[in-house]
């Protein structure tokens, strides 16, 4: 160096500093013999250690069963990701574990505490201060499982300190998180490349029953379009019950710009289902009128419990009371008009008919309005004029005995004078019969009477009960493998009306079901796998409704509980999860959680759920639109899945 290149190098801005001396020769051979030295102890190492990506920790006070530190090196950090698999073994005792990183890696300063004055002014400054402490990593792993014979166990002890972690890679790790299967619900979440996958005909799987929870926006009716694209691939029968409408146009690709874009980046394309049938009830509407495939639908009066209809109309006591016995005394005039029983088989069938799940064969609403009538008429002081009137006319001519005799008889004229009590059913061909089945059963209270006849003629009002020329619901059509078929309720505006209507054809369908089992049981052939989703079950199945309302809850959980055999699934869709009550929850095994803000909601879920950790709980709130938490029978665990798009449209977002 010149002097005046040296003078130059060793002043700046007027102030001297130290010339740099180049190191003598003799001190670097002196540190490349130290170095030599300090790696000779490494030369005998095993090599597989080069693999690990950390070491388990030192326990603590604070540490927990089946939860280890581990800690990791600067350059390893990429390695390790949330929800990562890792073989840990434990050298000491020769046991090898299967563990999950369930909080972190997080990064931490190798000198100095992170919460030190000199690490937080180091960070701060990092605008002036080119300088970092040097850090590791620091992650939490579940202990999953000891390995023992290629099997899984339960684990007796811990990983011992400073064990080397390896991560697995992603076929394993799809083998071991159960995550493999036909019907793809989307991408694990921490994984390149690893879905998240059910096998659609597994019996253990969809049939026992699935939640999709979540607050609104948070991805809940894309899981539900995926739901339906993907039964329908794997050749199940969806049957969904919309209340807002919002699925009636699933048979259209999606347009919605933000979803195709997402639907590129996964590889998939927009697409509609291939075969979608629309239902809805008799004299109301669909959002999709101009579908090729509409079926409007009537109810069977008869096919409804009578406890479930007074259950829905919220009778009083004493209503309950009076409908009870004018639904018996139908009942009796069903037979006595030989509307049903009508002949031996019927009179067979008519002793097993459970009332609990389903009414009484032929009776209409009619029927029961002209009894109800009846009894108002009867303890009115026109009826009882009436009645004494018939009493003496009748005593004239054969008694009163003699008449009650004659109920029923066949071809019997019916000799009391013309009444006026209107019937519109069957039985205006004889008032007589019916004014003396009521007064064998009488019971008195005009009050109660008429405010039961206003809730019954309230029903009948609606006009979907037993309409000529238009045929129940066709529960044969919508078992059809493939087939989606969404029952449009949007048009009802009745929380009630929508619940007499899916309460009719959930049991509807199990019945048809429950017979298409017992044929492919005898033949041995397989059944069609249904998937039934039911749309703000909240409204549906909340605390309120069940407490007033066991009966309707009782054929649900029935329906729940066979259906677990009988390739039967349902999926409860709500937004409000607090509402629905741990009898609810307790039929479900399969859930996939959305984000949920209320934190007295996630904790009430914690408890339901008891197969989800903390720390997954903890992401809840945090999560994006289209994240959710992921729970099925076939999983190892729980794990965090970036939903798949939906390839088709759904109304009220497009």
Known sequence: MSSKNSDQAGTTNGQAHDFIKPCPPEVLSELDEIAAAGRAPFDGLDPELAAAVGFSHFDTSSSEDNLITVLLARDDLHRLASQTLVRIQSREDDRSYLGVVVRGPFAEPDAVSPNSVMAVSVVVQGKKLQYTFDYHGRAEVEILGEKSGGNLIPPRYRPRPKSPVYVIDEAESSRVLGVGGDLCLGQVV??????????SKDKAVLPRHTGVIGTTGGGKSTTVASLIHGAQEAGIAAVVFDVEGEYTHVDEPTEQGAMLDALKRR??????????????????????QEHKSLHPFALKFSSLSPHAIAEILEMSDAQLERFIRAYDVTKLLLRDFQIFPANDAEERDAFEVDELTTGYPRMTIQHLIDVVNAYIYTISNEGKAEAKDEAKAGGRRRGVGAALEAIGAEGEADVTPASALLLHSEFKASPSKVRQRVAAHLIKNEISWKALAGKLHRLQRLGIFDVPGTPGADYASMLTPGR???????????????????????????????????????????????????EEAHEFLSAQRIHQ?????????????????????????????????????????????????????????????????????????????????????????????????????RLLVE
């Open 549 to 649: 309302m066991p009966v309707l809850f009782q054929q649900v959980a029935r329906i729940a509980k066979r259906g677990r055999k009988r390739w039967l699934g349902l999926v409860f869709v709500t937004q409000l999860p607090q509402h629905l009550p741990n009898e609810v929850l307790g039929l479900l095994n399969n859930f996939i959680i959305h984000r949920i803000t209320d934190s007295a909601v996630i904790h009430r879920m914690q408890k339901t759920v008891g197969s989800i950790d903390e720390s997954l709980w903890n992401r809840v709130p945090r999560l994006a639109p289209g994240q959710a938490l992921v729970s099925f029978a076939s999983f190892a665990r729980p794990l965090m899945v970036a939903i798949d798009p939906a390839p088709c449209k």
């Open 190 to 199: 921490g994984y390149q490349e690893m879905e998240a996958r059910i096998p």
């Open 267 to 288: 590889g998939l394309k927009a697409q509609g289902v291939r075969e979608l049938h629309i239902h809805h009830l008799v004299g109301r509407e669909t959002t999709n």
């Open 484 to 534: 989606v078929s969404v029952i449009d309720l949007s048009d009802t505006d009745s929380p009630q009306l929508n619940n007499l209507v899916i309460a009719d054809l959930l049991r509807g369908l199990q019945d048809v079901q429950e017979e298409r089992y017992r044929k492919a049981a005898a033949s041995g052939e397989p059944v069609v796998p249904t998937l039934i989703i039911i």
